[in-house]
Nanobody, 124 residues
Framework: QVQLVESGGGLVQPGGSLKLSCAAS????????MGWFRQAPGKEREFVAT????????SYANFVMGRCTISRDNAKNTVHLQMNALKLEDTAVYFC?????????????????WGKGIPVTVSS
């Protein structure tokens, strides 16, 4: 049974940084792409970033380009999302997900399992 547990969320001031982590179990971690999505209050869930199973390929949503870095440690079955220069509009629940494929994936239907999500609040 695949389990994904996010951590590292919380309250941060505008311009600040936060690093989200996701611990995975129950799968051959390095065989699958991983992704981060977010859902702001009153909005639909949206893609944030993805990384291939090997870690060599990444892709980002335009709104986080240059501000976020996704990384993974296949030895520890973890994926991270470093977020810098956070904005008020980054406030959302952030979800970790494991894709059905080893390559980068930006569509929700390409993801088989999801974490429960972790809130990130950007506020002064």
């Amino acid at each position: 049974q695949v389990q994904l547990v996010e951590s590292g969320g919380g309250l941060v001031q505008p311009g600040g940084s936060l690093k989200l982590s996701c611990a995975a179990s129950g799968l051959t971690f390095g065989s699958y792409a991983m992704g981060w999505f977010r859902q702001a209050p009153g909005k639909e869930r949206e893609f944030v970033a993805t990384i291939s199973g090997s870690g060599f390929s990444t892709s980002y949503a335009n709104f986080v380009m240059g501000r976020c870095t996704i990384s993974r440690d296949n030895a520890k079955n973890t994926v991270h999302l470093q977020m810098n220069a956070l904005k008020l509009e980054d406030t959302a629940v952030y979800f970790c997900a494991v894709a059905n494929i080893p390559n980068t994936a930006i569509e929700e239907h390409e993801y088989a399992n999801w974490g429960k999500g972790i809130p990130v609040t950007v506020s002064s």
